[in-house]
């Protein structure tokens, strides 16, 4: 899957979907060592950002079933 371009289509396919559905933007969750993952996302235009920075930094929670 790496290299052949599946994850640009699908990127391309969920922006294509979010603007006929006039949403104002996309988020998604990357590990933080994930570089190839990260540079892939940069590459699509995807950037770091920061909820409310005078809040601190947003933290992922579960709860098991």
């Given at each position: ?7 640009q289509?699908?990127l391309a ?6 603007r ?36 601190g ?8 079933l």
């Amino acid at each position: 899957h790496r290299a052949r371009g599946i994850g640009q289509a699908l990127l391309a396919a969920c922006e294509a979907h979010a603007r006929e559905r006039d949403c104002c933007k996309l988020t998604l969750e990357v590990l933080s060592g994930n570089q190839r993952a990260m540079r892939s996302y940069a590459h699509f235009g995807f950037a770091p950002y920061v909820l409310d920075p005078r809040e601190g930094q947003a933290l992922l929670m579960q709860k098991w079933l």
